[in-house]
Protein backbone atom coordinates (compact mmCIF):
# COMPACT_ATOMS: atom_id res chain seq x y z
CA UNK A 1 0.00 0.00 0.00
CA UNK A 2 2.63 2.30 0.48
CA UNK A 3 4.61 1.62 -2.31
CA UNK A 4 0.69 2.71 -4.66
CA UNK A 5 0.72 5.92 -2.09
CA UNK A 6 4.61 6.75 -3.19
CA UNK A 7 3.87 5.73 -6.18
CA UNK A 8 0.63 8.21 -6.71
CA UNK A 9 2.49 11.21 -5.29
CA UNK A 10 5.13 11.08 -7.88
CA UNK A 11 3.10 10.84 -10.46
CA UNK A 12 1.05 13.87 -8.98
CA UNK A 13 4.00 15.90 -8.65
CA UNK A 14 5.33 14.63 -12.11
CA UNK A 15 2.23 15.67 -13.02
CA UNK A 16 2.22 19.27 -11.73
CA UNK A 17 5.57 19.94 -12.99
CA UNK A 18 4.77 19.19 -16.19
CA UNK A 19 1.53 20.86 -16.17
CA UNK A 20 3.76 24.36 -14.72
CA UNK A 21 6.06 23.74 -17.59
CA UNK A 22 3.61 24.02 -20.40
CA UNK A 23 1.85 26.76 -18.83
CA UNK A 24 1.51 29.43 -21.80
CA UNK A 25 2.82 33.09 -21.69
CA UNK A 26 -0.75 34.50 -21.96
CA UNK A 27 -1.44 32.64 -18.65
CA UNK A 28 1.50 35.40 -16.74
CA UNK A 29 0.59 38.25 -18.82
CA UNK A 30 -3.01 38.44 -18.72
CA UNK A 31 -2.22 38.26 -14.58
CA UNK A 32 0.28 40.77 -14.51
CA UNK A 33 -0.57 44.44 -12.62
CA UNK A 34 -0.56 47.85 -14.81
CA UNK A 35 2.63 48.93 -15.76
CA UNK A 36 3.90 51.97 -16.03
CA UNK A 37 7.72 52.54 -16.73
CA UNK A 38 8.69 56.68 -16.68
CA UNK A 39 4.55 57.60 -15.91
CA UNK A 40 3.01 56.10 -19.23
CA UNK A 41 1.87 52.70 -19.58
CA UNK A 42 3.50 49.75 -20.94
CA UNK A 43 0.98 48.06 -23.23
CA UNK A 44 1.91 43.80 -23.59
CA UNK A 45 -0.28 41.92 -26.20
CA UNK A 46 -0.10 39.17 -28.18
CA UNK A 47 2.34 36.58 -25.80
CA UNK A 48 4.09 33.71 -27.55
CA UNK A 49 5.81 31.12 -25.80
CA UNK A 50 5.66 28.96 -22.45
CA UNK A 51 5.89 31.53 -19.40
CA UNK A 52 9.87 30.44 -18.91
CA UNK A 53 10.50 31.45 -22.78
CA UNK A 54 7.97 34.18 -24.78
CA UNK A 55 7.50 36.77 -26.92
CA UNK A 56 5.24 39.62 -26.80
CA UNK A 57 4.19 42.84 -28.41
CA UNK A 58 4.94 45.67 -26.56
CA UNK A 59 3.71 49.34 -26.77
CA UNK A 60 5.21 52.26 -24.77
CA UNK A 61 4.58 56.01 -25.30
CA UNK A 62 5.27 56.01 -29.10
CA UNK A 63 7.36 52.89 -29.49
CA UNK A 64 6.23 49.76 -30.65
CA UNK A 65 8.32 46.61 -30.86
CA UNK A 66 8.87 43.37 -29.01
CA UNK A 67 9.94 42.20 -25.50
CA UNK A 68 11.20 38.45 -25.37
CA UNK A 69 12.56 36.96 -22.00
CA UNK A 70 14.23 33.75 -20.61
CA UNK A 71 14.32 32.28 -17.34
CA UNK A 72 17.57 32.49 -16.15
CA UNK A 73 18.88 31.60 -12.51
CA UNK A 74 22.32 33.66 -11.41
CA UNK A 75 23.49 30.97 -9.11
CA UNK A 76 20.63 31.42 -6.48
CA UNK A 77 19.06 34.17 -7.49
CA UNK A 78 16.18 33.98 -9.87
CA UNK A 79 15.95 36.37 -12.85
CA UNK A 80 14.75 37.36 -16.50
CA UNK A 81 17.31 37.58 -19.69
CA UNK A 82 15.47 40.57 -21.02
CA UNK A 83 15.46 41.59 -24.97
CA UNK A 84 13.49 45.07 -25.93
CA UNK A 85 13.67 45.38 -29.84
CA UNK A 86 11.92 48.70 -31.37
CA UNK A 87 12.29 50.98 -34.79
CA UNK A 88 14.22 53.05 -32.53
CA UNK A 89 14.85 51.69 -28.90
CA UNK A 90 17.30 48.45 -28.53
CA UNK A 91 18.34 46.82 -25.68
CA UNK A 92 18.93 43.78 -23.53
CA UNK A 93 20.58 42.27 -20.26
CA UNK A 94 19.42 40.14 -16.96
CA UNK A 95 16.71 41.29 -14.35
CA UNK A 96 17.11 39.50 -10.48
CA UNK A 97 15.11 39.56 -8.21
CA UNK A 98 15.62 38.48 -4.46
CA UNK A 99 13.48 39.26 -1.59
CA UNK A 100 12.49 42.45 -3.02
CA UNK A 101 15.90 43.60 -4.00
CA UNK A 102 16.27 43.85 -7.67
CA UNK A 103 19.58 43.32 -9.17
CA UNK A 104 20.16 44.28 -13.18
CA UNK A 105 23.51 43.13 -14.79
CA UNK A 106 25.17 43.00 -17.77
CA UNK A 107 23.24 45.92 -19.76
CA UNK A 108 23.05 47.47 -23.60
CA UNK A 109 20.89 49.44 -24.80
CA UNK A 110 20.96 52.58 -27.47
CA UNK A 111 18.40 55.03 -26.83
CA UNK A 112 17.67 58.17 -29.27
CA UNK A 113 18.16 61.35 -27.22
CA UNK A 114 15.33 62.78 -29.24
CA UNK A 115 13.24 60.42 -27.06
CA UNK A 116 14.29 61.81 -24.07
CA UNK A 117 14.10 65.21 -24.71
CA UNK A 118 11.01 65.47 -25.86
CA UNK A 119 9.90 65.37 -22.43
CA UNK A 120 11.91 68.56 -21.88
CA UNK A 121 9.76 71.68 -21.97
CA UNK A 122 11.30 74.15 -24.65
CA UNK A 123 13.97 71.83 -25.76
CA UNK A 124 15.50 69.01 -27.97
CA UNK A 125 17.98 67.29 -29.32
CA UNK A 126 19.22 64.43 -31.41
CA UNK A 127 21.93 61.35 -31.36
CA UNK A 128 22.35 58.31 -29.81
CA UNK A 129 22.97 57.39 -26.10
CA UNK A 130 24.55 54.18 -25.74
CA UNK A 131 24.33 52.64 -22.44
CA UNK A 132 26.60 49.63 -20.72
CA UNK A 133 25.54 48.94 -17.01
CA UNK A 134 27.77 46.60 -15.66
CA UNK A 135 25.47 46.61 -12.44
CA UNK A 136 22.62 47.88 -11.19
CA UNK A 137 21.40 46.74 -7.22
CA UNK A 138 18.74 47.90 -5.30
CA UNK A 139 18.29 46.77 -1.77
CA UNK A 140 15.99 48.47 0.90
CA UNK A 141 14.65 50.82 -1.46
CA UNK A 142 18.32 52.22 -1.32
CA UNK A 143 20.95 51.81 -4.39
CA UNK A 144 23.95 49.79 -2.97
CA UNK A 145 25.89 48.87 -6.25
CA UNK A 146 26.18 50.69 -9.71
CA UNK A 147 28.46 50.70 -12.41
CA UNK A 148 28.62 51.40 -15.91
CA UNK A 149 28.86 53.98 -18.74
CA UNK A 150 26.80 56.26 -21.17
CA UNK A 151 28.10 57.88 -24.38
CA UNK A 152 26.54 60.16 -26.73
CA UNK A 153 27.20 60.33 -29.99
CA UNK A 154 27.17 64.04 -30.50
CA UNK A 155 24.23 65.81 -32.23
CA UNK A 156 22.70 69.32 -31.90
CA UNK A 157 20.97 70.40 -29.31
CA UNK A 158 18.40 73.55 -29.56
CA UNK A 159 16.27 75.42 -26.69
CA UNK A 160 14.35 78.17 -26.97
CA UNK A 161 16.72 80.90 -27.90
CA UNK A 162 19.23 78.72 -29.78
CA UNK A 163 20.52 75.84 -30.57
CA UNK A 164 24.31 73.99 -30.55
CA UNK A 165 26.51 71.27 -31.95
CA UNK A 166 27.34 69.09 -29.43
CA UNK A 167 30.81 66.76 -29.68
CA UNK A 168 30.26 63.38 -28.35
CA UNK A 169 29.94 63.08 -24.37
CA UNK A 170 31.58 60.92 -22.01
CA UNK A 171 29.48 59.40 -19.07
CA UNK A 172 30.60 57.04 -16.17
CA UNK A 173 28.53 55.29 -13.44
CA UNK A 174 30.14 54.32 -10.64
CA UNK A 175 30.03 54.35 -6.69
CA UNK A 176 30.86 57.12 -4.40
CA UNK A 177 31.28 57.65 -0.47
CA UNK A 178 27.52 58.48 -0.16
CA UNK A 179 25.76 56.24 -3.24
CA UNK A 180 26.16 56.06 -7.26
CA UNK A 181 27.41 58.78 -9.13
CA UNK A 182 27.03 59.67 -12.44
CA UNK A 183 29.88 61.95 -14.20
CA UNK A 184 29.43 63.28 -17.72
CA UNK A 185 32.67 65.11 -19.14
CA UNK A 186 33.59 66.43 -22.53
CA UNK A 187 35.79 66.29 -25.83
CA UNK A 188 38.90 67.55 -23.34
CA UNK A 189 38.04 65.61 -20.27
CA UNK A 190 36.19 68.73 -19.06
CA UNK A 191 33.67 68.24 -16.08
CA UNK A 192 30.01 68.82 -17.27
CA UNK A 193 27.59 67.64 -15.33
CA UNK A 194 27.56 65.51 -12.03
CA UNK A 195 24.13 63.82 -10.61
CA UNK A 196 24.46 61.77 -7.63
CA UNK A 197 21.83 59.49 -4.80
CA UNK A 198 22.43 60.37 -1.58
CA UNK A 199 20.47 59.33 1.42
CA UNK A 200 17.92 59.21 -1.17
CA UNK A 201 18.21 62.63 -2.18
CA UNK A 202 18.78 63.01 -6.14
CA UNK A 203 21.41 65.97 -6.45
CA UNK A 204 22.52 67.55 -9.69
CA UNK A 205 25.98 69.66 -10.38
CA UNK A 206 26.22 71.45 -13.64
CA UNK A 207 29.26 73.12 -13.82
CA UNK A 208 30.55 76.09 -16.26
CA UNK A 209 31.67 74.16 -18.95
CA UNK A 210 28.87 72.86 -20.25
CA UNK A 211 27.01 76.27 -20.89
CA UNK A 212 30.68 77.08 -22.32
CA UNK A 213 30.42 74.17 -24.37
CA UNK A 214 26.92 75.32 -25.44
CA UNK A 215 28.46 79.04 -26.31
CA UNK A 216 26.24 80.83 -24.57
CA UNK A 217 29.15 81.33 -21.94
CA UNK A 218 32.02 83.20 -22.00
CA UNK A 219 35.37 83.51 -19.52
CA UNK A 220 35.37 82.01 -15.69
CA UNK A 221 36.36 78.80 -14.36
CA UNK A 222 34.79 75.66 -16.31
CA UNK A 223 34.67 73.91 -13.08
CA UNK A 224 32.49 76.50 -11.56
CA UNK A 225 29.03 75.21 -10.67
CA UNK A 226 26.52 77.46 -12.28
CA UNK A 227 23.35 75.10 -11.55
CA UNK A 228 22.56 72.96 -8.78
CA UNK A 229 19.49 71.09 -7.53
CA UNK A 230 18.09 68.70 -5.22
CA UNK A 231 14.73 66.37 -4.47
CA UNK A 232 13.96 63.51 -3.19
CA UNK A 233 13.79 60.15 -5.17
CA UNK A 234 11.74 57.48 -3.93
CA UNK A 235 12.50 54.01 -5.33
CA UNK A 236 9.54 51.42 -6.04
CA UNK A 237 6.80 53.90 -5.55
Known sequence: MRRWIALGAVFF???????VALMPAAVVVDRLPALRP?????????????????????RWRDQQGTLAWTLDWHGLTPGLQLSLRSD???GDGWLGADWGDWRLEQWRATVPVAMISRQVPQGNADGTAHVSL??????GGSVVDAKGTLDYSGGT?????????????DGRLFMGE??????????????LVEASIEKKMLKVQVHRAWPQLLG???????SDVVFQMSQP???GS
Do not use: H, I, Y
Open 178 to 191: QGPRLRVTGPDQQQ
Open 233 to 235: LKF
Open 38 to 58: GGAPLVLSQPRGRWWDATVNA
Open 157 to 169: VTWSSGSARVPPL
Open 216 to 222: VSQGGDP
Open 88 to 90: DLQ
Open 13 to 19: LSLCVFL
Open 134 to 139: MVLELA
